[in-house]
Structure formats: C-alpha cells, structure tokens
C-alpha cells in the first residue's frame, strides 16, 4: 500500500509513501512523513542538498519534526494509535501537519495540539485527556 501524504511546515510537498499492509499506526505514518520531508530534500537555508551532502551531515539544530496533526478530506482526525489499513486505502491522500514551533504555556510546558497529545503524552495522569 502507498499512500500520498501531503506535509504542511512552512513549505507544502507531497510525498508517496510506502505503508507496506497498513498496519502501522498513524503515529509511525505522521513520524515518517516527517522523517521523509526533511530526508529527501526540503530546502534548508535556501538550497537542496546532494544525496552525497545529505549523508555526511545531521539535521539542521532547528529542524522540528513533531506532528501536529493527521487528517484527509473524509476525516478530520486519524487517532494516533489506529491501524493505517482500517480507514484508508492503496492511493488515498493524507495530510501530515508539523509543528513549525513548539508553542509554550506560561511554564514552559509545549502546548501540544488534541493529536500530539494522545501520541506523545502516556503517563497515568494523562490517561483521561487521551480519550
């Protein structure tokens, strides 16, 4: 299965990509759609780097890669912990937004969006706001 994953940070690219079955989360579909946007080439300081360039050097210090949110035209939130293959098929277009700024409260916690909170957020005390 592939799935055409349109990521919004800034910049807008559309990346197909392989899901194999689909029965990956859509957590692991939001981690490798951002993986893959940085990986295969988004500008960074203004240019494209070679494969030979992309190879040799890490990450920019600055690159975000948290997801912010999942969704497509027929549904406006994937949960992060269901199964690719039970709400789409071979082909479908999806959405992948990432966070070009972690938001803050007034402590310094990072405000995280409904989605991001359910993925990345599993201790006890947060079990009821996971719902």
């Given at each position: ?32 759609a951002a ?16 494969n030979h ?79």
């Amino acid at each position: 299965m592939k799935l055409i994953v349109t990521v919004k940070a800034g910049d807008t690219k559309d990346i197909v990509l392989p899901v194999g079955r689909g029965t990956q989360s859509f957590k692991w579909l939001a981690n490798a759609a951002a993986y893959r946007f940085i990986h295969d080439g988004v500008p960074r300081y203004g240019h494209h780097l070679s494969n030979h360039t992309r190879e040799q050097h890490s990450l920019p210090m600055n690159t975000n890669l948290l997801p912010k949110d999942v969704y497509n035209t027929d549904c406006p939130f994937f949960h992060p912990e269901d199964v690719i293959k039970d709400h789409v098929t071979d082909g479908q277009s999806i959405t992948v937004e990432l966070y070009l700024e972690l938001p803050l409260d007034d402590y310094g916690i990072p405000k995280l969006s409904h989605w991001a909170f359910i993925a990345f957020r599993h201790g006890e005390s947060h079990d009821e706001k996971r719902e």
